[in-house]
């Protein structure tokens, strides 16, 4: 199964490209506008946006293996991602990590049952000071304990995408 980049996103992509000196610049938000689009970036994006920037394979994989921010794979609805470095995880990381696996019976890399959470961890998502700290999709959520996080994630499951904590 292949991936097109459709005419659409041709269009969109040239705009952003326009924005820059550089095509290859545009590199990373071309990337956040395929996961926006199909919820990651499969290997046939990768390979289809280094055709269109003109840019080697290796490149394009090299940036979206680098950056935690993208799925390459489909990630559920919300993407739970634990930070692992050290202020959070002597704040506390490793007992909500803990909470998530057992509480979502999943490990990280994977995804519920029911498409709702993906379970991950990532390296320092500079918010040091307020650890420990999760990024949901876009979001940070700081100074987490189990009971923040237990009630984050009833929101969620109950369609509620509560501002920052
Ligand atoms: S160590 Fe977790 S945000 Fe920096």
Do not use: W
């Amino acid at each position: 199964m292949g991936f097109k980049l459709t005419e659409e996103f041709k269009a969109k992509a040239a705009h952003i490209c326009a924005r820059y000196p550089r095509r290859d610049a545009s590199l990373i938000p071309l990337l956040h506008e395929i996961q926006e689009e199909a919820g990651y970036v499969a290997e046939e994006a990768m390979d289809e946006l280094a055709r269109f920037l003109e840019l080697p394979y290796s490149r394009v994989k090299a940036v979206v293996t680098f950056y935690t921010m993208f799925n390459r794979e489909p990630a559920g609805k919300y993407h739970l991602q634990v930070c692992r470095n050290i202020s959070c995880h002597m704040a506390g990381a490793p007992g909500l990590l803990g909470h998530l696996r057992e509480k979502l019976t999943i490990a990280e890399g994977e995804t519920t049952a029911d498409g709702l959470f993906t379970l991950s961890t990532v390296e320092c998502l500079g918010a040091c000071g307020s650890a420990p700290v999760m990024q949901v999709n876009e979001d940070y959520f700081e100074n987490l304990n189990i009971e923040k996080l237990d009630s984050l994630l009833e929101d969620l499951k109950h369609g509620k995408y509560p501002s920052k904590r």
